[in-house]
């Protein structure tokens, strides 16, 4: 199969030097391609700004911001059998990006945010039969509710739902895999490159 994977966080920038991002470490995503590959599967990376090297035999295409994601994730997805987003990606973003420095004034400052595009969202509406849509979910309440209603909103056939409230960018992780035909599978605590292939193998890829 050609796997498209996307990782890691994405930059929004405020000024040329300052972004708005999260503290996404890639980890999950790289772990996924990574077991991916030793399957035998073709896996594309699409992958935000980290500081963990690509495994070998990935085609890794590097993005900035969540406009950028956009465009490579669903180019990528045209010709291939399955996506899985585990990218943290930034819902909103500075609606201008200023050409030079911000200076301080006195008092506080408010930054004007807009929406980015639900990337997910864009491939569940154009996902044709056969093609294979996986998404994560990061909740820090009500994960099984939220989860579940990203599954259906986004015409997903997977989401790992993700319990986040004692931190993102961990070595290990827990979660509970929801498929579109009420599939529940929990996952216990364990470390994210034994995750991966868990995930792979419940999936069946
Ligand atoms: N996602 C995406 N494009 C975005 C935001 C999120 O493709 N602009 C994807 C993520 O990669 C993940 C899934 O959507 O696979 C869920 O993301 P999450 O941030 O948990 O949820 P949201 O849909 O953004 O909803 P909310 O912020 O309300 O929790």
């Known amino acids: 199969m050609k796997i498209v994977i996307s990782a890691g966080p994405t930059r929004e920038f405020i000024d040329p030097i300052r972004f708005i ?7 999950m995503g790289y772990a ?13 990376l699409v992958s935000g700004p980290v500081a963990i090297k690509a ?7 590097p993005v900035v911001s969540a406009a950028d994601m956009a465009e ?8 291939a059998d399955c996506c899985i987003m585990s990218a943290a990606v930034a819902d909103y973003r ?28 864009a491939l569940g509406e154009v996902k044709r039969p056969g093609q294979l849509l996986v998404g994560f ?21 997977w989401i790992v739902a993700n319990n986040i409230s004692d931190g993102f960018a961990k070595t290990t992780n827990a979660c509970i895999l929801l498929g579109r035909n009420g599939e529940k599978i929990p996952f216990s605590t364990r470390p994210k490159t ?6 792979l193998d419940a999936i069946g890829i």
């Not at 991002?21 to 980890?27: F, L």
Request: glycine letters at 6%.
């Open 72 to 79: 490579a994730v669903k180019r990528e997805f045209a010709a």
């Open 137 to 157: 979910a990061a909740e820090s309440e009500n994960l099984l509710e939220n989860a579940a209603g990203k599954l259906a909103r986004k015409n997903l056939d």
């Open 94 to 121: 500075p609606a201008k990006i200023l050409d030079h420095k911000m200076k301080k004034s006195p008092g506080n400052m408010v930054i004007e945010l807009e929406r980015t595009e639900d990337i997910l969202k």
């Open 32 to 44: 996924v391609a990574a077991e991916a590959l030793r399957r035998g599967h073709e896996v594309v």
């Open 194 to 199: 034994e995750l991966a292939a868990a995930l």
């Open 55 to 61: 495994p070998e035999g990935a085609v890794l295409i």
């Open 21 to 27: 991002s999260n503290s996404s470490s890639g980890q």
